[in-house]
């Protein structure tokens, strides 16, 4: 039955709007106004229209008390959907029941986004069978950590017909849940007014079944000013005093609600009133935990809750106990005072199931510093850091600090130190620093270390090396055994983006000591120190230690950190990337994604992405990059993390550059403009590459040499040496020969060339031998131009990068056209023609056609094959396998599938079968020969 409104038009009908099922998609309403002006009422309307009409409804009513349990509005919401949590992916399932206090097998971290991720998916399932009304009563009091996965979740339902519904108190728009979390949605939010002098009427006839004299009714409404609770209370009592005789106007009215309320608990006998005191403390009060605490029957307790019910103050349902209105339990609260607070305190801490709020209950009971009490709040603090409640952390070890003895200075600053571990956690840098730096100035060494530590990460967040540097050694001062000097060591590499040489000196000392230690050193540290070393290594353009590689890659499956943008396996995968060895770094990254959705780590989902977008731009699978950089983009956007969307707009503009898309130049110069926003080095340098590329294409060669020449300036100040950490220096020699500063180009090209050999990198090999061609094709040096274009081309081939190659066959032909070879150029440009037509990349396809004139040669045919496809196809005929094609030709396995598989795209067949027939004879003409 649906519950009788008095007035309020508006109201119902914005809830019949929200109700409605058509488009399919989420709608929020969002209830607000001062307490007591009706919210709760409209709340309790809505959700009997929506089970009238058959929808699926989770609910929650959080209370003050509640507020400062992690996850007690997530318990509300899911009870009773055991079903569906049993049917969630099991990593999702415990980090669930971690968070919600239901499983203890498992004490290591759980991640939010796990946490969030589960919840996602239950309501995701249930808005796919029907549609789903989400409600939560006084939202203001949502805890932080239900406010994170409801949020999470929030923004990722806006497809399915959700409807999410919620009152807040105006003047608390900081705190708990809020519908800002979902700009993209329908949403509506209503500020709820007081109540008409009619309406009030009404009301009072409804509710009371008496109306007042219109003097007394006009005086009502005009103190009230039309707020239902209030009048309501004071229409109590102008009519009891009316009966008894004593009805004195104005002197009824009392100054505030609070006041007014107040009255209303007064009015209970006292045993009913001490039982409302006792529920107002606890965060989920029922009969038979009120019966425990005072000792009494249930069935005394039920007696008196229906008392109080009657009476307007409380709500009984299947032994719970609510208090009809939020300001209700207010009131009640303050009734608790001195020794009778300290009573009922320890009472429910004896009584209560949760840990958390047990110590809770322990902590208000004592006044005086306890030893044991500060114990217990530093436990459940390091309780509700694992599971993944980092504002609830915080506040426990805040009063763990306050309860801590005087005299117990190690235990203080232990616990300071997770203070201040917990206050970066949350982003409260401000708080983390003045809390660290005390630490740091004075105390036990190990305590001092882990604070230097964290100051450090503070400084490198803020891009201040020196002051990295400086803690760093300040730390490493304090060590007093090796172990310590190697996990500071291994700590201070993972600091060190703007010195990579220092870094590599803390990593590489770091293996030295685990080296001596043998046996004793644990294995976590191990892998870290390996990482640290090859990917400092890396970025200083080093050769890969394939040794050091095998070993980290055996450990790395036996320890996981939880986030999985933290593993060895992911930063591993990362080097093999910066490696050029695509064929193992895919299926890493691949491994690394599945596992971060299964674990609903969307942050890691990011970077991971990221790095996929990278790796299949260089592997020609352009469509694929592109997925991957969508993906990173919309999700970086629903986790507001803004570097990783900028980096994935970076590589949308990248692949529209090589494909020609309208307006690319465009949005290149957009992203350019975000990236320097920010600040980033790394954000500015690959979009500055980007532009750089626009610059060409728009025949801005100044334009686009000064954007390089400014990564270059980056990539010193940041101590970035590998030629492969950013792919621009084989395009700075390419376009520096086109400007005429040869001698420039030089230089640089033979940087390149000696920076990959000593790093044995293939990729900057490839693009070195490019970049030499140009530059002795510019210098009249055609027969060294010809060896380093057909290196560069036999590089690019094996490396399994298409643009490259196509690339570095376009240089190939026009040295072949500077020769007079016009068949050989031919050949190449037929070639390098098909390789951009596969890619998309229209811009490149363009150039080909103007070497082709350049080279006065004409466009191949469909059935034109060149000389090195005609010989693949002949011997193909002839019956011999892949492997013998290709050691008869001295090419690699994958040069041979590469030319097969274009005639057969030239022929139009599917395979070897229909070769014999198809392969046109030859006609001693090729493509490009004179006619």
């Known amino acids: 039955m649906t519950r009788q409104v008095v007035g309020r038009e508006e109201e119902l009908r914005l809830i019949r709007d929200w109700l409605v099922a058509e488009p ?41 008390i509640e507020s400062e349990l992690s996850f007690a509005t997530l318990a509300d919401l899911l009870h009773g959907l055991d079903l569906e949590r049993e049917q969630l992916p099991p990593p999702r399932r415990r980090a669930l029941d971690v968070a919600l206090l239901e499983s ?82 329908p949403q509506v939010t209503h500020s709820v007014e007081g109540l008409s002098l009619v309406e009030l009427n009404r009301l009072f006839t409804l509710r009371l079944g008496e109306q007042l004299p219109r003097t007394l009714l006009s005086q009502v409404e005009r103190v009230s000013d039309g707020n239902p609770l209030y009048a309501l209370e004071l229409a109590r009592r102008v009519i009891a005093a009316g009966r008894s005789g004593e009805l004195s106007g104005v002197d009824l009215v009392p100054p505030t609600a609070s006041d007014l309320l107040r009255q209303h608990v007064d009015d209970l006998p006292a045993p009913v009133r001490r039982l409302a005191v006792v529920a107002s ?62 009573r009922v305190h320890r009472r429910l801490a004896d009584e209560v199931d949760s840990a958390e709020e047990r110590v809770r209950h322990r902590s208000m009971a004592t006044v005086e510093p306890s030893a044991s009490v500060a114990d217990e709040l530093e436990s459940a603090a390091v309780s509700a850091g694992r599971r993944g409640a980092a504002t609830t952390a915080a506040e426990l070890i805040a009063l763990a600090i306050e309860r801590t003895p005087p005299t117990a200075r190690p235990c203080r600053d232990r616990r300071l130190l997770m203070a201040g571990e917990v206050a970066l956690r949350v982003g409260d840098t401000r708080r983390a620093r003045e809390i660290l730096t005390e630490l740091a100035s004075g105390s036990d060494s190990v305590v001092q270390i882990a604070a230097l530590l964290l100051l450090a990460r503070i400084a490198w ?24 000097q190697a996990r500071i060591g291994v700590a201070l590499a993972g600091l060190s983006r703007n010195d990579r040489e220092w870094g590599l000196r803390h990593a590489t000392n770091a293996i030295r000591i ?120 919309s999700t970086a956007e629903l986790n507001d993390q803004l570097l990783e969307r900028i980096w994935g707009l970076e590589t949308l503009a990248l692949i529209d550059v090589r494909e020609g898309t309208e307006g690319a130049r465009e949005r290149a110069d957009a992203v350019l403009a975000q990236s320097r926003n920010t600040g980033d080095p ?102 060294a131009a010809l060896d380093a274009a057909t290196a560069s081309v036999d590089r690019c081939r094996s490396l399994d990068m298409p643009f490259e190659v196509g690339r570095s066959l376009l240089v190939l032909a026009a040295v072949h056209r500077r020769r007079r070879a016009k068949a050989a150029a031919a050949d190449a440009l037929s070639e390098a023609t098909e390789v951009f037509r596969l890619l998309g990349a229209q811009p490149w396809i363009a150039r080909t056609s103007t070497e082709r004139s350049r080279a006065g040669v004409r466009t191949a045919g469909h059935l ?68």
């Open 24 to 64: 399919p998609q989420t709608r929020c309403l969002a209830l607000e106004g001062e307490p007591g002006i009706g919210k709760s009422t409209l709340f309790e309307y809505a959700l009997d229209v929506a089970r009238r009409d058959g929808w699926a409804i989770l609910v929650a009513r959080p209370t003050l």
């Open 104 to 185: 203890y097998g498992d004490r290591d971290s759980v991640d939010p986004g796990a946490v969030a991720a589960a919840v996602t998916a239950i309501l995701e399932k249930l808005a796919s069978t029907r549609a789903l009304a989400i409600a939560i009563d006084d939202a203001q009091w949502v805890d932080t950590p239900s406010a994170f996965a409801i949020n999470f979740a929030r923004r990722r339902l806006r497809d399915l017909p959700v409807r999410w519904l919620m009152t807040r108190r105006t003047g608390d728009s900081e705190r708990g849940l809020t519908i800002a979390a979902m700009p993209a949605a």
């Open 281 to 342: 403390l606890a965060a989920a009060p029922s009969v038979d935990l009120l019966a425990r605490v005072e000792r009494l029957k249930p069935s005394t307790v039920r007696r008196r809750v229906r008392m109080a019910a009657d009476a307007g103050i409380l709500r009984l349902a299947d032994d719970q106990i609510a208090f009809s209105h939020p300001l209700l339990a207010q009131v009640a609260a303050n009734y608790a005072t001195g020794v009778e607070l300290v």
């Open 461 to 484: 967040f803020s891009d201040s090396a020196r002051d990295v540097k400086e803690l760093g050694a300040r730390a490493m001062a304090l060590a007093t055994t090796e172990l310590e």
């Open 514 to 633: 685990l080296d001596r230690l043998a046996d004793d050193a644990p294995p976590d540290l191990r892998v870290r120190a390996v990482v640290a070393v090859l990917d400092t290594e890396c970025d200083l353009g080093r050769p890969l230690r394939t040794d050091q590689l095998e070993s980290a890659l055996l450990l790395a499956r036996q320890v996981e950190p939880g986030k999985v943008t933290d593993s060895a396996r992911y930063y591993l995968a990362t080097i093999l990337l910066g490696r050029d060895d695509l064929a193992r770094a895919r299926p890493m990254f691949l491994e690394c994604l599945a596992e971060a959705n299964i674990r609903g780590d969307e942050g890691s989902v990011v970077s991971i992405h990221d790095q996929l977008a990278q790796l299949e731009l260089l592997a020609g699978n352009w469509s694929s990059a592109r997925h991957h950089a969508v993906l990173q983009v």
């Open 682 to 783: 790394i954000s500015i340098a690959f979009a500055l590459r980007t532009a750089a590329e626009a610059a060409r294409e728009a025949g801005e060669l100044d334009r686009a040499v000064a954007s390089l020449l400014e990564i270059d300036e980056i990539a010193k100040s940041v101590h970035w040496l590998s030629p492969n950490s950013i792919r621009h220096a084989a395009e700075l020699v390419d376009l520096l020969v086109q400007i005429g500063r040869l001698d420039d180009a030089e230089a640089r090209s033979r940087s390149l060339v000696v920076a990959s050999q000593e790093g044995e990198l293939l990729w900057g090999l490839a693009a070195g031998a490019r970049a030499e061609a140009v530059v002795h094709a510019a210098r009249g040096r055609l027969d």
């Open 864 to 931: 034109d094959l060149t000389r090195t496809e005609r010989m693949v196809a002949e011997l193909a005929v002839q019956g011999m396998s892949n492997p013998e094609i290709s050691a008869r030709l001295f090419m690699s396995r994958k040069t041979v599938e590469f030319n097969l598989g274009k005639v057969y795209r030239k022929l139009q067949i599917r395979g070897r079968g229909q070769l014999a027939t198809k392969l046109p004879p030859e006609s001693g003409e090729f493509p490009g020969s004179s006619g």
